[in-house]
């Protein structure tokens, strides 16, 4: 059975703590993404990987950064976590075509107060 | 630049009604098309997707959806809902970038209510 699984389901932080979250997929999947989900704006794109060290901006990048030194990990990094990324933190693997589907972690829901 | 739009946050139905779930969507090339369902406290997982073998695509759990070029449509349907259909519904489109990567853009999701 392919999994994705994320370090942590629930996640408490003080604002400007460093938080880690981390994703780790079993499929041999090239991209590797990290998503956030807020009620009424779905799912926005944070950062995506295709390939070992490499990463790409995606839509909401501001305030966050990645790792990616193995292929089947993905770490999303909060420099400094502020309380407007309170938030669900999705994780998701795909394969190397744009029709592939791509699995989800069940997500990682973070507070920071 | 792709984009998807989803009419209604909420729906609601009676079980045993017709489910309809409206996604339009915006490509300047031919799309791959996506509905992912996810139920509560779990991620997404994949209903169906479309890659221009067919224009009606079955996926799981009794929901199809019919894709519309001349319309810019790619509802998903399932003739008699069930309560267990209950869960938030996303439509998703992908983008390929020249580099040959790519990435999905969601819709704002819809919520199905199924009322007994």
């Known amino acids: 059975d392919v999994k994705v699984t994320q370090s942590s389901r629930y996640l408490v932080k003080r604002t400007g703590e460093k938080v880690f979250l981390e994703c780790v997929q079993d499929m041999d999947h090239e991209n590797m993404f990290w998503y956030r989900q807020d009620p009424g704006l779905g799912l926005r794109l944070i950062y995506f990987s295709y390939d070992v060290k490499m990463k790409e901006k995606g839509d909401i990048p501001e305030g966050y950064s990645v790792s990616r030194e193995k292929k089947e990990r993905f770490s999303l990094i909060l420099e400094s976590a502020s309380t407007n990324q309170t938030s669900m933190y999705l994780c998701?693997?795909?394969?190397?075509?744009?029709?592939?589907?791509?699995?989800f972690g069940p997500g990682t829901r973070l507070t920071v107060l | 630049a792709q984009s998807v739009t989803q009419l209604g946050s909420h729906v609601s139905v009676s079980e045993g009604a017709l489910v309809l779930l409206r996604c339009n969507y915006s490509?300047?090339?031919?799309?791959?098309l996506f509905w992912y369902v996810q139920y509560p406290n779990q991620g997404l997982q994949l209903l169906l997707k479309y890659t221009s073998a067919a224009t009606l695509v079955k996926g799981i759990n009794g929901f199809e959806a019919e894709f519309k070029k001349s319309e810019t449509s790619f509802h998903l349907t399932k003739p008699s809902a069930h309560m267990s259909d209950a869960a938030e519904y996303f439509c998703?489109?992908?983008?390929?970038?020249?580099?040959?990567?790519?990435?999905?853009?969601f819709g704002t999701g819809t919520r199905l209510k199924v009322l007994a």
């Open positions: 998701a693997s795909g394969g190397g075509r744009t029709y592939n589907e791509q699995f």
């Open positions: 490509s300047s090339v031919p799309p791959y």
């Open positions: 998703a489109v992908s983008q390929t970038f020249t580099s040959g990567t790519y990435k999905y853009i």
